[in-house]
């Protein structure tokens, strides 16, 4: 196995390679959870730096998924989203946290699907929940709600209770009987 390295030194290893395109942020409360900040125009390079620069080797995308900002008090946030890259390197044994700013009325990033194929699914089931796009990626059907749904369910905007959902889409209320569970016709403990 590698050299494992702290999110310190990979943040200096992108700073010497990205400069201003990259910032660093601490969030609050954590003391050893650095997050690097990179703008969308730059995520594409980011990501394959990353994954490809020797003592890096990020081979593994742990996940891709967002972060709604709404009424959050924090003056250094200045886009309502944020796409969030959870990378692992296994040759390694380091971890680290890519975040890239989303606005609102432009709601887009570049697809990492091209240099991990797990990418496809996470960035699926992010567009699906946040409304987030994902250029470049071949499947952005919905994965989780019904394509014909009409919101996002994890903006924080979006109702608590819904917007009537249980009303507009009553064929998915009832899934009827499900099969394999536990009891006395399903085989378990």
């Avoid at 980011?46 to 490809?52: A, E, R």
């Avoid at 003056?75 to 944020?82: G, K, L, M, N, V």
């Avoid at 091209?114 to 952005?140: C, Q, V």
Wanted: hydrophobic share 35%; net charge negative; aromatic share 10%.
């Amino acid at each position: 196995m590698g050299t494992s390295l702290t999110p310190e030194q990979i943040t200096e290893r992108l700073s010497k390679q990205f400069g201003d395109e990259l910032s660093v942020h601490l969030p609050p409360g954590e003391s050893a959870a650095q997050v690097a900040i990179v703008s969308r125009e730059s995520l594409e390079d980011t990501l394959s730096f990353l994954q490809s620069e020797t003592g890096l080797e990020f081979d593994f995308l742990v996940d891709v998924t967002a972060v709604d900002y709404l009424h959050f008090d924090d003056p250094s946030i200045q886009e309502r989203f944020a796409a969030v890259y959870q990378l692992y390197s296994t040759i390694h044994n380091h971890r680290f946290t890519l975040k890239t700013p989303v606005p609102e009325d432009d709601a887009w990033v570049p697809s990492a699907v091209e240099l991990w194929g797990s990418a496809l699914w996470a960035e699926r089931e992010t567009h699906d929940m946040y409304g987030i796009r994902f250029k470049g990626n071949p499947d952005m059907r919905r994965l989780l709600m019904p394509e014909d749904f009409p919101g996002f369910p994890l903006r924080k905007d979006y109702p608590l209770r819904g917007r009537g959902e249980r009303d507009a889409f009553p064929q998915y209320l009832d899934s009827g009987p499900i099969s394999g569970g536990a009891g006395k016709e399903g085989g378990g403990a």
